[in-house]
């Protein structure tokens, strides 16, 4: 009999090894799946996880749907270290895209070194700005931040709406919903010849990195996970809830507003009404994924890439829909969460106990529960 | 008494959990009509014993007599049937109900049905429990509520009545109405099976003790034959070292001052303080009795900073006014603290020695520069706290939760005590904490206090109070007593401020200022 067993102490090797196992039983179920469906499972996976990454170009579109992953993730584990659960990161990407490549328009044909700067700026203040009316809501009214900032999104996505419907729409562009291109100097510039590889993922990088120096190093961090793990602790040693709340949700809505910024500007180069493919909430997905941990993320957030360019690549290919890639995403979830138990617990064969009571294996007299 | 059967015979009970012996091949017996004390540290398997006596727990091997007959006790409804009834330490009552119908839903509905006020109303009479069946549950002290689950046992004519650290939540007085109530409920023929590790009161009320010590019996004595001194080295297994207080350092300028604090407590049942006035001196130690909730957490929360008051010179650490300032502040005043709960307000369990060193003394150790945490520094200090407090653990990298609370409590005390507060305030500093490292702890405020420090310890504990306090006074419902030479206190007195029934310690000092 297969039986669960609380251990001593929480396992550290399992921290790490929980996600491997999540991402083989995923697999697993992937292939049970395509056989099911009739498909070809061996080709399927193929398809989905290898064929994506055969060429150099393959590659760079990998890093490219990364970067605002991982960027997102990155931020996001700040807050979710600390509980505070910032859902909405979807909507501060949106208004971070808004913010930045309104910039871009308002100086559209503007030449200057400046203007790329000025829109990364404005990129973090705009996610910033969403974030800090849940961050408002909490610290003044106590009110939930998982909802404000949920509800927040649909008002963000409207907001992107309303602004290429109207005054932002293109004036030379046929009445579509879409701003117009943005110009030379407010195109993020390329950092791989012959690809889409932009320097937004240079920017994901070093955020990987900061992010790490300051939960590992840094008061802040330290704050942050003590605040997570007892918040009585931490009151203790006199740190501030209301701080934390602020800056973890400044920090989750500054890297979420980058991230949509750097969409805009790097490959999509204009507004459209559909920014991201749903990034905000996948990199929940990756952050978890990641251990809430900076590198963790890094490397989750390629993996959820690579379901995003499968899901393509098994569209064109096989003919797959494209739900193929939202079922692989829920699968990675679920299995990691299913294996994290492992992170706390062992697993046993056999009975409960090498030795059993001789009176319970045999009563002489025992009294039923029934009727007392 | 050896020809009768024993009401209850344990034989060679094991329970093991990971990585931990609980219980290891204890067997002992109980008489009719005995009490018998089951005496052991924290930790020393007592519970997890108790819990298999009353059908919480399986045990992996061993066998449980009841009158002389195997048994399998499977869940407390067997117990109670059997006969078998138990007071735990934590009470399980609504407090929105009233007496009567706390007891109705805790027993079986045949014994509800009825006139179980008249019952109730017999039983409180009969065994001096004076108890109102109408009563609301919140309008009863602690040593009411407990008489309600001692009434409610009682109404099932028990056998065997298991007393988890009765006396724990009492005052002097009480405790001594609970044991006529028990030693009656004894020349009945009632067993009680009587847990504690109050030796003083075991020696008094007991005739028969099992010690435990690592989930073994090690020994087993006749109470009233002992010093509560042998029965606590036989509980520990060792030679044990009281506290010693020191020469007197010169008692100096008042270093510690509240004035007028008066705070609504922001918990559910909490207590509000009220006009709280305290004074503590330089090298000197105040203590201060009480009955859990009468508003120690309160007053340890406004002395730590983390409640505030309107009033900035409400709390007054040195020289500093620090009423509407937080802990931080308060530590760079000189101010250090232990909280009641060592793992997860103390210390943060899943974190690392050396973190939890970090946590309360990033800045008076200088552990940090630029914000950065300098982490060889914060393990130097930390091996410093583990090796100058005797803690027990392989290495500062191991987690907080996994020390026992002894060591934990030790290594809190270290960290607090090597960054050398002005001030030092304590709740319940040995509260759940093994003899020894009690003494330890004790010991090291002694030192302290010796060395200048002010010293507040609020405590439960009347014992510890009278063995480490130069003065003391009582809280009860939220007001402070004035201040009194430990020695010239009695424990009847203490007693009466902790039940509220007198309002200062005759002929004491005349400042209530």
Same mark, same amino acid.
Request: net charge negative; with cysteine.
């Given at each position: ?55 150099? #170009? ?42 930045? *490549? ?104 070093? *955020? ?61 180069? @204009? ?68 294996? #994290? ?32 | ?55 919480? =727990? ?30 735990? =330490? ?35 009479? @009969? ?28 109404? =099932? ?15 002097? @007085? ?50 009233? $034959? ?45 207590? #509000?303080? $009220? ?62 603290? !232990? ?69 934990? @409590? ?11 507060? *002005? ?31 002010? !010293?507040?310890?609020?405590? =439960? ?29 009695? !424990? ?22």
């Amino acid at each position: 009999m297969l039986r669960l067993e609380l251990r001593g102490e929480i396992s550290r090797s399992m921290i790490y090894w929980s996600p491997i196992f999540a991402v083989i039983l995923t697999f697993i179920a992937g292939i049970i799946m395509f056989t099911i469906l009739g498909v070809e499972p061996l080709k399927a996976i193929t398809t989905f996880f290898i064929a994506p990454l055969n060429s150099l #170009d393959g590659i760079a579109e990998l890093f490219v749907k990364a970067t605002p992953l991982v960027l997102i993730a990155v931020g996001l584990s700040f807050g979710f270290q600390a509980n505070i659960w910032n859902i909405g990161a979807e909507g501060q990407l949106t208004i971070g895209a808004l913010a930045g *490549g309104g910039v871009a328009l308002l100086f559209f044909n503007v030449d200057s070194l400046l203007l790329m700067p000025v829109m990364v700026i404005a990129g973090i203040l705009g996610g910033m700005v969403w974030a800090a009316i849940p961050a408002f809501l909490k610290t003044r009214y106590g009110t939930n931040e998982i909802l404000t900032s949920l509800m927040l999104t649909y008002v963000g996505l409207l907001v992107l709406s309303y602004l290429i419907h109207g005054p932002w729409k293109d004036p030379e562009g046929h009445n579509f919903p879409e701003s117009r291109l943005f110009h030379n100097a407010a195109i993020l510039p390329m950092i791989l010849e012959e690809t889409r590889l932009h320097l937004g993922w240079i920017f994901a990088l070093f *955020g990987v990195a900061v992010a790490w120096v300051v939960m590992t190093r840094h008061m802040i961090g330290f704050q942050i996970r003590v605040i997570g793990m007892a918040p009585m602790a931490a009151s203790f040693a006199g740190f501030k809830e209301k701080h934390i709340i602020w800056l973890t949700l400044m920090i989750s809505g500054g890297a979420a507003g980058l991230a949509g910024m750097i969409e805009v500007s790097g490959p999509i180069g @204009q507004i459209v009404p559909v920014i991201s493919p749903g990034y905000g909430f996948t990199a929940i997905i990756v952050a978890f994924l990641g251990r809430l941990h900076p590198v963790g993320c890094l490397f989750a957030g390629l993996l959820m890439a690579l379901t995003y360019l499968g899901g393509d690549n098994a569209q064109i290919e096989m003919n797959l829909p494209n739900a193929v890639t939202g079922v692989f995403q829920g699968m990675l979830l679920f299995f990691l969460l299913a294996s #994290d138990v492992l992170v706390r617990y062992r697993i046993r064969f056999g009975k409960a106990a090498a030795l059993v009571a001789p009176a319970a294996a045999t009563p002489p007299m025992a009294i039923d529960e029934e009727g007392a | 008494m050896t020809e009768q059967t024993p009401r209850l015979e344990l034989e060679g009970i094991t329970k093991t959990y990971p990585g931990v012996i609980a219980n290891n091949n204890v067997s002992m017996k109980i008489m009719p009509g005995e009490i018998h004390a089951l005496l052991g540290e924290n930790g020393a398997g007592k519970s997890t014993l108790v819990k298999f006596i009353y059908g919480v =727990q399986k045990a992996d091997s061993g066998i449980l007599k009841w009158e002389g007959q195997e048994m399998v006790v499977a869940n407390p409804n067997v117990a109670r049937k059997l006969g078998i009834g138990m007071v735990f =330490q934590h009470f399980s009552l609504f407090d929105a109900m009233t007496v009567e119908e706390n007891i109705a839903i805790g027993i079986s509905p045949e014994l509800a049905a009825g006139d179980l006020s008249q019952r109730i109303h017999d039983v409180s009479q @009969q065994y001096g429990l004076p108890l109102d069946p109408t009563r609301y549950v919140h309008t009863l002290s602690v040593g009411e509520r407990q008489r309600i689950e001692v009434v409610r046992c009682l109404l =099932q004519d028990p056998k065997l009545l298991i007393m988890d650290e009765p006396t724990s939540v009492l005052t002097p @007085q009480e405790v001594d109405e609970l044991f006529k109530t028990l030693r009656r409920l004894s020349d009945e023929g009632v067993s009680i099976l009587y847990i504690s590790h109050k030796l003083q009161e075991i020696k008094d009320l007991c005739h028969f003790a099992t010690i435990m010590r690592m989930g073994e019996v090690v020994d087993n004595c006749i109470p009233s $034959k002992e010093s509560p001194r042998s029965m606590a080295e036989m509980m520990m297994g060792a030679n044990l070292v009281s506290p010693e207080k020191t020469d007197k350092a010169d008692r100096g300028a008042p270093h510690l001052v509240v004035r007028d604090l008066s705070l609504a407590s922001s918990h559910q049942h909490g207590v #509000d303080l $009220k006009k709280i006035n305290l004074e503590v001196r330089t090298g000197e130690i105040l203590g201060i009795a009480g009955i859990a909730g009468n508003g120690q957490k309160e007053l340890m929360e406004v002395l730590s900073g983390e409640m505030l008051v309107k009033d900035q010179n409400a709390v007054v650490i040195g020289n500093v006014p620090v009423g509407k300032s937080g802990p931080g502040i308060r530590r760079d005043a000189g101010l250090g603290f !232990v909280p009641e709960e060592r793992l997860g307000h103390g210390a943060v369990p899943e974190m690392s020695l050396w973190e939890n060193a970090f946590l309360s003394a990033s800045k008076t150790m200088n552990l940090m520069s630029k914000g950065f945490i300098n982490i060889n520094g914060s393990v130097e200090y930390a091996q410093n706290v583990v090796s100058e407090f005797s803690v027990k653990t392989p290495s500062v990298e191991h987690a907080a939760n996994s020390l026992s609370g002894g060591n934990l @409590q030790k290594f809190i005390f270290g960290r607090e005590i090597l960054q050398s507060p *002005g001030v030092i305030v304590a709740l319940q500093p040995t509260w759940g904490v093994d003899a020894g490292s009690a003494a330890f702890i004790r010991q090291s405020l002694l030192d302290l206090a010796a060395k200048g420090a002010a !010293v507040l310890v609020i405590s =439960q504990d009347l014992e510890e109070l009278f063995e480490v306090s130069d003065r003391m006074s009582v809280i009860c419902e939220g007001e402070l007593s004035a201040s009194r030479q430990a020695e010239e206190c009695t !424990v009847e007195e203490i007693g009466l401020l902790m039940a509220g029934l007198s309002h200062d310690i005759k002929e004491g000092e005349t400042a209530h200022a």
